[in-house]
């Protein structure tokens, strides 16, 4: 499947795209990571390029818990965007101090609830248009 580029629904992970390009990179590995100030020590999610706190663009990697907790969700049956199958498990999970918005993959809507653990599953979705993979975070019930 071809997209144009202005229909395109995925982020553009390269790294002549993307300067926080290393996220996708290590959620390819399995591993959620973010941003911390390398000045104030600050947390970032999601990861930001500058801090919010002291605004230096100094920053370094680290790598977030697997496991977290349902904190809020939402089912949607309709209107998904291409490339996506219904219905979609939608979810706040409560992670490493962090709430991290993110699909639930491989479980029943009907059985999701807020408290429920979940780890950590990337979702691979549609290749970017030069044939590399692309990911998106995603969990799954623990
Ligand atoms: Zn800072």
Known sequence: MSYLRAVDPFPLE???????HEFYARLAEGRLVTTRCARCGTTAWPPRGFC??????????????????????TVQEAG?????????VFAVVKLGGHRVFAI???CDPARVAVGQAVR????????DPKGNARWLPAFTPA
């Open 52 to 73: 919010g706190g002291c605004a230096s663009d100094a920053f370094e990697w680290i790598t977030l818990p697997s496991e977290g907790i349902v904190h809020a969700f």
């Open 104 to 106: 639930l993959r491989d």
């Open 120 to 127: 950590l599953a990337p979702l691979r979705v549609a290749d």
């Open 80 to 88: 998904l965007p291409a490339g996506f199958d219904g219905p979609r």
């Open 14 to 20: 390269s790294a002549e795209h993307n300067k926080l």
